[in-house]
């Protein structure tokens, strides 16, 4: 299996959520393979790419059909719940930022 999310032709949207973590689990990596699961399951998910180093900073990005798909995967009442665990327990810090993919290109097919 690759790394790499298979999206569709652009234009789509990505979510890059980059994160330093907090020390210790506290229930995150149960948390986040969840997360995947119920947003793989979201209308208009298109796949993601997900990686962390050894320091706890981490990036993921979340590829979306529309804005729309991106806004009800953030309203969804489970994220929210891991959201609000995610601000007090799992992340010193965090960013998110939304936009569209106009353009891809790679070396092998993925």
């Known amino acids: 299996m690759t790394p790499f999310a298979k999206t569709p032709q652009p234009p789509y949207y990505a979510v890059i959520f980059s994160s330093q973590r907090?020390?210790?689990?506290?229930?995150y990596v149960n948390?986040?393979?969840k997360m995947v699961s119920l947003a793989s399951n979201?209308?208009?998910?298109?796949?993601?790419?997900s990686v962390r180093d050894g320091d706890g900073f981490g990036i993921t990005?979340?590829?979306w059909e529309s804005l729309d798909a991106i806004?009800?995967?953030?309203a969804n009442e489970?994220?929210?719940g891991a959201q609000?665990?995610?601000?007090?327990?799992w992340y010193d810090n965090y960013i998110t930022r939304i936009c569209r993919v106009e353009?891809?290109?790679?070396?092998k097919e993925v």
Do not use: C
């Open 84 to 89: 609000e665990k995610g601000k007090t327990i």
């Open 61 to 63: 990005v979340s590829y």
């Open 22 to 27: 907090s020390e210790g689990d506290r229930g």
């Open 71 to 74: 806004r009800n995967w953030k």
């Open 31 to 33: 948390m986040a393979e």
């Open 103 to 107: 353009r891809e290109y790679s070396l």
């Open 42 to 49: 979201q209308p208009g998910f298109l796949g993601v790419e």
């Open 78 to 80: 489970a994220h929210l």
